[in-house]
């Protein structure tokens, strides 16, 4: 049986392990909130965006850089959305080990060849893909801390600029879609070269029917100039804001899982103890009385 001071040592260090996850779990539920405020406010104006860019580069002449179709795929670049901070359940690794299947089933020449790279964005993302050894170009540790729309942009343009100069030939995002508090979906998404057949057009069927002659001022192609560097901008942007909002959703459900398990634990504990103290009383109650009878029988 262990020694009573032992399994109050124990108690108190569950007890005070369970404080810290339900206050963690506090922190995530509070930015959660505010991570999904930015989220759904985001989704409807990148699906505007992206059905008005497919329309205008479906029904015209207009060309850009970013719909060039590459005659062979030598380079191509993966985007991984990973977190900064850990205690997140399988947020990363579910994803990563996504990540990592996709490359080797479609990619492996690629591999082999060291004509694939990686940008990642996130500690541990950056420390998942060098340590294995991948081809990583660049990493953005740090990135969630001071979350703003200008970094992404920046990314996204420099990537726009090597894909115009056919430095990349493809180009893929993998982060993690928000379902809901407890479900995230794994997404790897190819968001150059653009195929304008296939960018999402608006789900009603009565837009689907319309067919407009639509006059552009100043012109189509100046339009679409402007309208498809956007159009990747918010792709790469909703990505990153779904993974934040998927991220305090996954630490809320891990350390909620965690307080529980804490509370499930001190009660063993407790009752190991109550044991452990019963047995120490009958055990000292058996010695007196034995002590007793020893002094009658002198």
């Known amino acids: ?37 930015r989220m759904t406010q985001t989704r409807p104006y990148a699906a505007k965006i992206e059905e008005v860019a497919g329309r205008l580069a479906g029904s015209t002449k ?42 080797h089933e479609e990619f492996q ?5 060291k004509s694939l790279s990686m940008i990642t964005i996130g500690k541990k993302a950056t420390a998942h893909f060098t340590k294995r050894k991948y081809k990583v170009i660049e990493s953005h540790p740090g ?14 343009n420099a990537i726009i600029k090597e894909f115009s100069d056919e430095k ?15 479900a995230q979906k794994r997404r790897i998404q190819k968001i150059l070269p653009i195929d304008p057949e296939k960018i999402a057009k608006s ?29 990747l901008n918010m792709q790469l942007w909703r990505a990153v804001l779904e993974s934040n909002a998927s991220e305090q959703g996954a630490r809320m459900t891990a ?13 063993e504990l407790r009752l190991e103890y109550n044991q452990a103290r019963q047995s120490a009383i009958t055990t000292e109650i058996s010695e007196i009385v034995s002590g007793a009878q020893a002094l009658s029988e002198d």
């Open 1 to 37: 049986m262990a020694n009573l001071r032992d399994i109050r040592n124990r108690i108190s260090s569950v007890n005070n392990t369970q404080q810290i996850t339900k206050a963690m779990k506090m922190v995530a539920a509070a930015k959660l909130k505010k991570a999904q405020d």
């Open 203 to 231: 789900e009603t069927e009565d837009a689907k029917e319309q067919v407009i002659d639509y006059l552009y001022e100043p012109d189509s192609q100046a339009i679409l100039n402007r309208l498809l560097p956007l159009h």
């Open 255 to 267: 350390m909620d899982s965690a307080t529980e398990n804490a509370k499930d634990l001190e009660k």
């Open 109 to 113: 020449s690629h591999l082999d060849d």
């Open 143 to 156: 990135f969630f801390d001071d979350l703003d729309y200008s970094s992404t942009s920046d990314i996204m």
């Open 62 to 103: 207009a060309d850009h850089p970013v719909m060039r179709k590459p005659d062979e795929i030598n380079e191509v670049l993966f985007v991984v959305v990973g977190s900064d901070r850990g205690l997140r359940g399988g947020f990363n690794n579910n994803l990563f080990k996504e990540v990592e299947s996709r490359l």
């Open 168 to 182: 990349f030939d493809e180009v893929y995002i993998a982060f993690n879609e928000f379902k809901s508090v407890i």
